[in-house]
């Protein structure tokens, strides 16, 4: 659309970054948006920051290719990729009883995403909370989806209880170095997978041990663990449930390939009740207000702390996303906007 046709004179009134086709960060661009507006139940939010997930990658270049089912099978159908934001309640719909003008708060927009503008609209019963005052935007940003995917992880899908021994795999990512804090926060012994650069991050955000896998195998640590996250999704089931204790789970988030993803999903849960050991299930529901308020108290009483590795302003995403891709980051990637 070009926002210099007459009938929508007057309608563009944000920044945005938007991208019209499926591909690689070129595709791209910072335009003039429509400012969202809100229903009887939603919040208007001026956006202040918001984050980078795996899942915007997954959107922008529709890999894999479920994301088309999704989202538009040849074409994007939501032109604004971002799932976390935090920032301003500016106006709030007549319905609305959480929040208020002014509000600081955080949240996650869920699958149809828009973070990574200037406003963003979101339901007043969605995955959101207010802002602590021990925590600034970018910090708040860099939480929602990351963290919740960790929650979710460890204590639904998980079960996990205080003193388990629990190993998990890339844990230096953003999802990963949020599972070690929130582990260590409910009393577990964590042991934390990651590289060789990142083993003093893992063992400040907590762990009680770290393995390198440049060097060592974690796969080898044979009936070790109560429950083992695995964050990256690129080994065999055998290798995630040799070091599992029986009567012990395996939860996996994050996955490499669609190939090791279908062979785990087809031949995880079988195998693993031969061993007496819980595959768990993919998460099957987004994160809740509920979940919101417990990152928020986690965040209030610093048992949580967000590992920000850079920050952009919002005009250099691609440039962030190239980042993200390529040079392997070690936490989370916030983009912040430039007239804030």
Same mark, same amino acid.
């Given at each position: ?33 429509? *400012? ?63 929040? *208020? ?240």
């Amino acid at each position: 659309m070009n926002p210099n046709e007459p009938h929508l004179k007057g309608r563009y009134s944000m920044k945005a970054m938007v991208y019209r086709r499926y591909g690689a960060p070129d595709v791209l661009r910072l335009e003039e948006a429509e *400012k969202p507006a809100p229903g009887e139940h939603d919040l208007l939010v001026k956006v202040k920051a918001s984050s980078l997930n795996a899942v915007d990658l997954h959107f922008l270049r529709a890999s894999p290719a479920l994301v088309r089912f999704q989202n538009g099978f040849f074409r994007p159908k939501n032109k604004i990729l971002g799932y976390d934001i935090a920032g301003l309640v500016e106006t709030v719909g007549k319905k609305v009883t959480r929040f *208020k003008s002014g509000d600081a708060v955080f949240g996650g927009l869920g699958f149809c995403m828009g973070g990574f503008a200037e406003y963003a609209c979101i339901r007043e019963d969605a995955f959101m909370a207010g802002i602590p005052g021990n925590i600034t935007f970018e910090q708040a940003a860099a939480v929602p989806g990351a963290a919740a995917a960790a929650l979710i992880a460890l204590h639904q899908r998980g079960k996990l209880e205080s003193g388990q021994k629990v190993l998990v795999n890339g844990a230096s990512g953003g999802t990963g170095t949020f599972s070690v804090q929130i582990a260590k926060a409910a009393g577990a012994r964590v042991t934390g997978v990651c590289s060789t650069r990142n083993l003093e991050r893992v063992r400040k955000l907590g762990a009680d041990q770290v393995i390198d896998y440049t060097r060592d195998d974690f796969s080898l640590n044979e009936s070790d663990y109560d429950l083992l996250l695995d964050n990256v999704g690129n080994r065999s089931v055998e290798d995630l449930l040799r070091p599992v204790r029986s009567g012990g789970t395996v939860v996996i988030v994050g996955f490499t390939s669609m190939g090791l993803m279908l062979k785990q999903s087809l031949f995880g849960p079988g195998a693993a009740r031969k061993r007496h050991i819980t595959w768990a299930k993919p998460a099957s529901e987004e994160p809740t207000p509920a979940h919101a308020e417990t990152l928020r108290d986690l965040l209030e009483t610093g048992k949580i702390v967000p590992e920000i590795e850079k920050s952009y302003p919002l005009k250099q995403l691609p440039e962030a996303i190239r980042y993200m891709e390529t040079e392997h980051a070690k936490a989370k990637i916030v983009i912040v906007m430039e007239n804030t």
